[in-house]
């Protein structure tokens, strides 16, 4: 048996904190999802459960996607959000197809344009019509309101303010007053013009993603966060109205890595 020394001890040591480290950033915090459930309903009664699809980044489809889509159709929500940067090229359209098609089309679905779907120079009717064929409508400016569990909701989607030309007095055009209203909008500091535009509109919750939660951190120190975020990162900011969540996604950019910001998937009652 051969004598393990200090100095062999201490290289194992190491490379099996190197190892582990590859392994997290790599692959358990890129495809071992994180499944958060928040309820903010004002009443116990006729809640509506929302789910939030954050910054895909659709390459092609993999194992956790399918995963994805069949806890989604085990959860049955009332409604899904994409909450921008579905795809970065024309071409990968087609695979984020097979991925919406697993997931039960009679559950109503509303997206929103992220940076990439601009940067990449998507196709935007092309993604629409995808969308479209799987119950959900793109919105770019635009609001949809909708009757669930007799309660009149409305959907506000906002297009991307880094990319794309982010307007909300335009988005809320002959907005119809009802009991709750949902802000879709990509980049989180969009949030503060919202503040100062919403005037007499009452917005209950700003979904945002466009972080990815550092994708990138170590020991809370976030190493790079893109233009548009702001002040914000991660979760809930409740410190003034409206109130914000921000997804840290799914998909990367740039690295294919995500360390100290975990891929999360977001399941909401209101």
């Not at 233009?227 to 969540?245: A, F, I, N």
Request: aromatic fraction near 10%; charge should be positive.
């Amino acid at each position: 048996m051969t004598k393990l020394t200090r100095r062999k001890f201490i290289k194992r040591g190491i490379l099996a904190s190197i190892g582990l480290v590859l392994l997290d950033s790599l692959w358990f915090e890129k495809y071992v999802i994180d499944w958060n459930y928040y309820d903010i309903s004002k009443s116990k009664k006729n809640k509506i459960k929302i789910i939030q699809i954050s910054d895909l980044h659709f390459d092609k489809l993999r194992s956790f996607h399918k995963s994805i889509a069949k806890k989604i159709n085990a959860i049955k929500p009332d409604l899904i959000f994409f909450t921008g940067d579905s795809v970065d090229k024309t071409e990968k359209i087609a695979a984020l197809n097979e991925f919406l098609k697993l997931i039960d089309k009679s559950i109503l679905k509303f997206a929103i344009t992220g940076n990439w779907e601009y940067w990449g120079k998507v196709d935007l009717e092309k993604l629409k019509q995808v969308f479209s064929e799987n119950n959900c409508e793109l919105l770019i400016n635009e609001n949809r309101t909708l009757t669930i569990k007799n309660r009149e909701i409305s959907v506000i989607g906002i297009d991307d303010l880094v990319g794309g030309n982010a307007n909300f007095p335009k988005a809320v055009e002959d907005l119809k007053k009802t009991e709750t209203n949902i802000v879709l909008s990509h980049c989180p500091e969009h949030r503060d013009i919202i503040t100062t535009q919403k005037g007499r509109h009452n917005i209950d919750v700003v979904l945002s993603g466009h972080t990815h939660g550092g994708q990138v951190t170590f020991f809370g120190l976030v190493l790079f966060k893109p233009r548009g975020s702001g002040k914000y990162l991660k979760g809930w900011y409740k410190e003034s109205d409206p109130k914000m969540y921000i997804s840290k996604g799914i998909g990367t950019s740039i690295l294919p890595i995500r360390f100290g910001a975990r891929a999360e998937m977001v399941e909401i009652e209101l």
